[in-house]
């Protein structure tokens, strides 16, 4: 009968750890997935956002061209625009629509027939083909375009025709800044292809915003703003992740603009982010593919899980049968493990988010265009910074030597930054220096020389960079916790099974079985392994249980002299065999807690203060101070350094951690110590000196 106990004791903690594992180790591998995950969203979210900002940089780069001058003829549009698109993969077409009235709309046509035969203004039919344009207030129609090959049926299309267009034009022109449309087909694209158009308003004169002339526009197929961004700006094609892009402006209509192959709804992880743009709020949802998943999840938990219980099974059927198949029995045990321990380590991650302005000087360095985004990074007005060189907003040493750059530039042609870009720092208002990145490039208007800056604050990509360094070195740090804390469970959980097999194999043979005193004898070995092993159970499903919320108190009063006498008593027994002297002082007061906890938490403090005691006493010492009840365990042991002390309390921790540690336990006991200290609204501290002891103090409230 006392056999059959033991064998199902043994089955119920077997089963009991391997449980406890698998779900601890699906906590940490999900923790990490999600870690891994956020980087590589955080990157793709930056790249597309990236490339948008740059995107309209470029539109907003053609409103100064034109303000700039009297008159753009077809050439000159070509020369400014090919540069930008060929660096801008992104942007389908750059356009530019007058504003013509009805009644200009026949000498306007004429016009551009001189220069263009066959050119119409034009409107979509039902069929979606292109006919002449009805009648209409006033019309916006397309005069130039770059590139012109692919989309010819762009020209002479009247903006205005189209109530999704029209709104936005309207929307732009009231606001007198970039607006951005909702989904649109383009005109040169099939139905099932989305785009959007950017319209920026231009003005005879732009800072008083009067005699508007029309709009400039930037045309964008999405597919082109998600793809060709993330292949600029990370260099790969790799799909560990799918992508879905959509359009939340209306939050009770939202519109996919954009949705990769392979995107899977509601995953168990995902990483998602908006911005704002031209009056529009987009929202990117980024889910990793079932190959990032194969490749970052492995089956650790679930090898570790049936590791176990086909152990506890095999251990079962042995201990049942009292078969000689222990031999067997410990080689499975020692595969599983070499198995387990095979499967152990990945991390890796880092960056995010930035913005951008536009700045143009002319060839004396004076600024001439200081736009919205300008204003915001640098935190001057316009009517502050125009007219005024540009060194206004460097610090030293670029604020005095930027004049001699730009001269040599423009008397020797030799470039240092001009079509390349780079990292360098910028002054704000308020004397303030920040990181950005600049980048600039040259055009003529009217053969007058101009420079155009394109500047982005990158300080939250530093501080985004800086918490991805802190989130790796906080999970690389919980990975080496898991290790130690497989290490501790190990050597544990080894020692007394080997005692339960060992002292077994005596009572293997029917025919030389030892005499009834050694049998006792075995018997009592097993039985402590077994309460060995059901300690080390409880330990961490106490902690379970607690982490869970789902640990109830029963309390009751109870009279001081009580609980201590009770945990005295079975500790005084660990201290006389070591030849210890324990010793009971202090005030005698009424209580209410859960005794059974509290004379848990007692004996943890006692059991360790002899584990660690060779030679001295164990005191326990009770006072009242106000409204607490004080309660110190004091030992005359080996003590503690200052190092240790801060993760005493932390789970899986020991001051010892090595397999060579003189001392046993999994690291738990203090931590449920102080978890269940906590439950019941008291603390606890610990005291220490190496060599000279230390003292836990634990207080409840009365």
């Not at 066959?118 to 375009?145: A, H, Q």
């Not at 012109?148 to 029209?166: H, I, K, Q, T, W």
């Not at 990370?234 to 996919?256: F, H, W």
């Not at 020692?334 to 991650?349: G, Q």
Request: glycine residues 8%; charged residues 25%.
């Amino acid at each position: 009968m006392k056999r059959n106990s033991l064998t199902w004791l043994v089955a119920a903690a077997g089963i009991a750890f391997s449980l406890a594992f698998f779900s601890t180790y699906r906590s940490w591998e999900s923790a990490y997935v999600q870690t891994e995950l956020d980087v590589i969203g955080g990157r793709k979210a930056y790249s597309i956002d990236e490339t948008l900002h740059n995107d309209f940089v470029v539109v907003m780069a053609m409103k100064a061209f034109f303000e700039s001058s009297s008159r753009v003829d077809p050439d000159e549009f070509y020369s400014f625009t090919r540069g930008f698109l060929e660096k801008n993969p992104a942007i389908q077409a750059l356009a530019w629509a007058p504003r013509v009235s009805h009644g200009d709309r026949a000498g306007f046509e004429a016009k551009q027939k001189e220069q263009a035969p066959g050119y119409r203004m034009t409107e979509r039919d039902d069929g979606n083909g292109m006919v002449s344009r009805n009648r209409g207030r006033e019309y916006y129609p397309v005069t130039l375009i770059e590139p012109l090959a692919g989309n010819e049926n762009a020209m002479g299309f009247d903006m205005a025709s189209n109530p999704v267009r029209r709104a936005a034009i309207l929307a732009s022109r009231e606001k007198g800044e970039m607006v951005v449309t909702e989904k649109v087909t383009l005109v040169n694209e099939a139905e099932n292809m989305s785009g959007v158009l950017l319209f920026v308003p231009v003005y005879r004169d732009p800072v008083a915003r009067e005699e508007f002339l029309g709009f400039v526009i930037g045309a964008f197929r999405v597919a082109d703003i998600v793809e060709k961004s993330i292949l600029h700006y990370l260099n790969t094609e790799t799909r560990e992740s799918e992508i879905r892009l959509t359009d939340i402006t209306d939050p009770a209509s939202p519109e996919v603009l954009y949705v990769s192959s392979g995107f899977w709804d509601a995953p168990e992880f995902y990483y998602e982010t908006n911005f704002d743009l031209g009056g529009r709020r987009w929202a990117i949802r980024i889910v990793p593919t079932p190959g990032f998943l194969a490749e970052h999840k492995s089956n650790i938990a679930v090898v570790g899980l049936g590791a176990g219980l086909m152990f506890t099974l095999l251990l079962f059927v042995y201990l049942r049968a009292m078969a000689g198949q222990s031999e067997e029995i410990r080689r499975q045990v020692v595969d599983r493990t070499r198995e387990l321990s095979r499967h152990k380590d990945e991390l890796d991650n880092l960056i995010n988010t930035i913005k951008s302005g536009i700045i143009m000087i002319d060839s004396n360095r004076i600024i001439q265009l200081f736009n919205p985004s300008a204003e915001k990074i640098f935190q001057y007005c316009p009517g502050e910074v125009v007219g005024k060189n540009v060194n206004l907003l460097m610090p030293e040493p670029f604020h005095s030597n930027h004049d001699d750059y730009v001269t040599n530039y423009v008397r020797t042609g030799e470039s240092k930054i001009i079509g390349i870009g780079r990292e360098v720092r910028g002054r704000r208002k308020d004397g303030t220096e920040f990181p950005m990145f600049l980048a600039i490039s040259e055009m003529k208007i009217e053969n007058t020389r101009y420079f155009v800056g394109s500047v982005s604050d990158i300080s939250h990509q530093k501080e985004t960079e800086e918490r991805l360094r802190f989130a790796r070195d906080t999970a690389e740090k919980a990975n080496t916790i898991k290790s130690d804390f497989m290490n501790t469970m190990s050597h544990e959980l080894r020692t007394p099974l080997t005692i339960i097999l060992g002292n077994i194999e005596e009572l293997v043979d029917e025919d030389e079985l030892p005499d009834a005193d050694e049998i006792a004898e075995i018997a009592r070995d097993c039985s402590n392994a077994g309460e060995m092993l059901m300690l080390l159970i409880n330990d961490i499903l106490d902690l379970s249980k607690i982490e869970a919320g789902k640990m109830d108190l029963h309390k009751e009063p109870v009279l001081s002299s009580t609980l201590i006498a009770d945990v005295a008593k079975t500790a005084s027994v660990l201290a006389n065999n070591k030849g210890l002297e324990l010793r009971i002082q202090g005030d005698e007061v009424e209580i209410e807690i859960d005794a059974i906890r509290i004379k848990q938490t007692l004996f943890n403090l006692l059991s360790n203060a002899v584990k660690f005691t060779d030679e001295g006493s164990v005191s326990i010492i009770t006072r009242i101070e106000g409204g607490w009840f004080v309660i110190t365990v004091a030992d005359t042991g080996c003590g503690m350094d200052s190092d240790s002390l801060k993760y005493i309390f932390d789970p899986f921790r020991q001051v010892d951690n090595s397999a060579t540690r003189k001392t046993g336990g999994t690291g738990l006991g203090l931590a449920i110590t102080r978890k269940l200290v906590e439950l019941h609204h008291g603390n606890i501290r610990v005291e220490s000196v190496v060599g000279e002891g230390s003292a836990f103090t634990m207080k409840l409230p009365l």
